[in-house]
T-cell receptor
């Protein structure tokens, strides 16, 4: 069975550019999560969706970040404009349990470098 | 104070050693608990859930102490392949989300 699929795996961009990260959750999972991981701050929850509806976006750093889930099989995380401090690994995870109270299945991550 | 705190380590142990990690959480309303494992430059993966009565999976034992608000992970007979970062995860159902600790790094040496 396919796991959570993220793209791109690696992205290097220049400050000010728009970045779009993509995620396909596991089929049948009704919760989707975007996390960011850095050495300094660890694994931080940015936003999560239940049944395609954003439930909690309190972790989104600022207005430069936005996330959408137009259907059950696709989500995007967009950064516009990007800044060097956005450099991190961005993980998407999905779960069958509402709010991720069960096992979280992570994608392989998108490693973003903003120069 | 962070909601979930772990000793970052690193823990450097020889093969065959027994090693234990603790994790403390601040929210007494937390309801479910997990240990995840993350290999270098990889995604986190569930290692085991933590039940109130304690649970064991092979060489791994997890325990929960609600009164003191901590969970623990014990690894017996460490293998080289156990080298990884171990993340403590705490959930509160009403909050609908998982909170991760920063992880404890383990290196098992020959």
């Amino acid at each position: 069975d396919a796991g959570v699929i993220q793209s791109p795996r690696h992205e290097v961009t220049e400050m000010g550019q728009e970045v779009t990260l993509r995620c396909k959750p596991i089929s049948g999972h009704n919760s989707l999560f975007w996390y960011r991981q850095t050495m300094m701050r660890g694994l931080e929850l940015l936003i999560y969706f239940n049944n395609n509806v954003p439930i909690d976006d309190s972790g989104m750093p600022e207005d430069r970040f936005s996330a959408k889930m137009p259907n059950a099989s696709f989500s995007t995380l967009k950064i516009q404009p990007s800044e060097p401090r956005d450099s991190a690994v961005y993980f998407c995870a999905s779960s069958t349990r509402v709010g991720g109270t069960g096992e979280l299945f992570f994608g392989e991550g998108s490693r973003l470098t903003v120069l | 104070r962070k909601e979930v705190e772990q000793d970052p380590g690193p823990f450097n142990v020889p093969e065959g050693a027994t090693v234990a990690f603790n994790c403390t959480y601040s929210n007494s309303a937390s309801q479910s608990f997990f240990w995840y494992r993350q290999d270098c430059r990889k995604e986190p993966k569930l290692l085991m859930s933590v039940y109130s009565s304690g649970n064991e999976d092979g060489r791994f034992t997890a325990q929960l102490n609600r009164a003191s608000q901590y969970i623990s992970l014990l690894i017996r007979d460490s293998k080289l392949s156990d080298s990884a970062t171990y993340l403590c995860v705490v959930n509160k159902v009403s909050a609908g989300k998982s909170t991760f600790g920063d992880g404890t790094t383990l290196t098992v040496k020959p």
